[in-house]
């Protein structure tokens, strides 16, 4: 059993996909809320090449 100070480990590409997905929409949302920032629209940059790999490595299948 993990301890609450280990992170959950996902099992399945498609949950890591939707969390991903899930964090880039909410840093979306905060970059419409505060305008652009660097750190916020590299941070939204390195989701999308997350999302891309994970795609890749799930032959789309996400």
């Known amino acids: ?33 505060i305008g652009k920032h660097p750190e916020i629209g590299q941070a939204i940059h390195k989701l999308e090449t997350a999302l891309n790999i994970l795609g890749l490595e799930t032959g789309a299948m996400l």
């Open 1 to 33: 059993m993990p301890s609450q100070a280990e992170p959950e480990k996902v099992n399945h590409p498609d949950q890591a996909a939707k969390e991903v997905a899930g964090a880039h929409a909410l840093l979306k949302t905060l970059e419409g809320k």
